[in-house]
């Protein structure tokens, strides 16, 4: 897989309400959880091309997305709860 590019805009953890600084592992974290995201979303992509039923693709989908949400915010550990 290719290496993540870096967010060339530094944060602060002031920037995003409710998120604390994170360390560079955890950012890194993030960055790789990005790729898998984008890699997941592609292959749902390419199966509902091939053909493939869309409703499971569609709720699959759905479950990729809460569950690279909840990487997220294990990672992050964001003060507000949703």
């Given at each position: 897989?290719?290496?993540?590019?870096?967010?060339?805009?530094?944060?602060t953890a002031t920037d995003v309400l409710g998120h604390r600084m994170l360390s560079s592992d955890q950012v890194a974290v993030l960055f790789k959880v990005k790729e898998l995201r984008?890699?997941?979303s592609k292959v749902?992509?390419?199966?509902k091309d091939s053909?493939?039923?869309?409703?499971n693709l569609a709720i699959a989908r759905t479950h990729f997305e809460d569950a690279f949400m909840r990487i997220?915010?294990?990672?992050?550990?964001?003060?507000v709860d949703l």
């Open positions: 897989m290719p290496e993540a590019a870096q967010d060339p805009v530094i944060h984008e890699h997941a749902c992509s390419d199966l053909g493939a039923d869309p409703r997220n915010r294990a990672v992050t550990k964001p003060e």
